[in-house]
């Protein structure tokens, strides 16, 4: 194992220090991640040559992630992807969210778990390098209920997995639903949109959405449509196919359902190949949906990275996940998280090249 180094990142416009863990391995993958929000913010991963990138977009600088809008590379809570109307009954009890997304509350409200600063501890699992990011989020904050103590594990495997552990507890009845919000170019941020990279998503089903990207509440075959990924196909191969799901999102942003026999049991949720470098992203999840965007909403505004900018569908998100908008849909898996419960998911990013 290699010991992971720890560098001041900046100081947040709070005066706090926020500071970047590197955790590499013997293969020449390194994942920076900065205890603001929890973001991965520098992925470097080799190639079929052997030659490394950095896949992920994002900020050179803290200022970068305090202002962002896109999400990318952060910890998303308390809840990801949208609840409607930021309101949801919990055992009679009407909780209002701050709605930040028009009528909506989006991936945790105004302020959410990718702007607040955690406590960060260097851990080591199994002989590879981890870091243990906390964060204690009080009682109402963004209008959840309880006092949520989160915890967050990233782990660098000697395989070339980033796993991350999500875990909490809460003294409250309240719902939960953790992501990470990492934005993915295969062929390195910057060089280009990723129309070409090639995705299977095991998944038959999908949670059809109406005009305001919230769930109809219908579970969906994919079968004959443009969301049918049961076989790789280039994200551009049907992007601009005439489908109503795809207009309505602009492109890609829905939650697949992946095919699953036990429930807690971690599957293959996705894969993603990059034609051009070789590399491939294969995701395995404990969690029961998968949101697969399209970086539709990417127009061009934000300038990355080593000054590159990002026009629309210069990356794409593979956000594990339980499905948006659940707790009102009682007929979806349940988010909701008692006093006296432990809240657990897993998710494994795994890289390789061919
Ligand atoms: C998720 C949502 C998208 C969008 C992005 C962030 O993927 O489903 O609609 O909000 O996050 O821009």
Not at 34 to 47: H, R
Not at 255 to 273: K, S, T, Y
């Amino acid at each position: 194992m290699k010991a992971m180094k720890k560098r001041l990142f900046a100081t947040t416009c709070e005066g706090e220090d926020a500071f970047l863990y590197t955790l590499s391995n013997q293969n020449g993958v390194q994942a920076d991640i900065t205890n603001y929000g929890g973001a991965i913010v520098n992925l470097l991963l080799p190639d079929r040559a052997g030659k490394l990138a950095d896949v992920v977009l994002g900020y050179d600088t803290l200022a970068g992630y305090e202002t962002d809008k896109a999400y990318f590379g952060g910890i998303i809570g308390r809840f990801a992807n949208r609840i409607a109307h930021g309101r949801f009954t919990l055992h009679g009890v009407t909780c209002t969210l701050s709605r930040n997304n028009g009528d909506n509350s989006l991936h945790g409200g105004a302020i959410g778990f990718n702007k607040r600063l955690w406590t960060a501890k260097e851990i080591s699992s199994n002989g590879a390098p981890a870091l243990e990011l906390t964060y204690l989020s009080p009682d109402a904050e963004e209008g959840y209920p309880g006092n949520l103590s989160a915890r967050v594990v990233y782990t660098l495997t000697p395989q070339n997995e980033l796993k991350i552990d999500y875990s909490a507890t809460t003294d409250k009845n309240t719902v939960l639903n953790l992501t990470n919000h990492s934005y993915f170019n295969l062929a390195g941020q910057g060089e280009g949109d990723i129309l070409g990279h090639g995705v299977t998503i095991h998944a038959r089903h999908f949670t059809p959405v109406n005009a305001n990207l919230i769930p109809t509440g219908e579970i969906r075959s994919v079968k004959g449509t443009p969301l049918d990924f049961s076989r790789m196909a280039t994200i551009g191969s049907r992007i601009s196919a005439d489908d109503q799901q795809l207009k309505l999102a602009g492109g890609y942003d829905h939650n697949w359902i992946p095919d699953r026999e036990g429930d807690r049991a971690l599957v293959l949720a996705a894969e993603v190949h990059e034609p051009g470098s070789g590399r491939v992203l294969e995701v395995f999840t404990s969690q029961p949906g998968v949101q697969f965007y399209s970086g539709n909403f990417l127009d061009g505004t934000i300038r990355g990275k080593q000054g590159n900018v990002y026009q629309r569908r210069y990356g794409f998100c593979l956000e594990t996940q339980h499905y948006p908008d659940s707790p009102n849909h009682p007929d979806f898996p349940s988010t909701e998280l008692q006093p006296g419960q432990h809240y657990r998911e897993t998710t494994v990013f795994r890289f390789s090249a061919r």
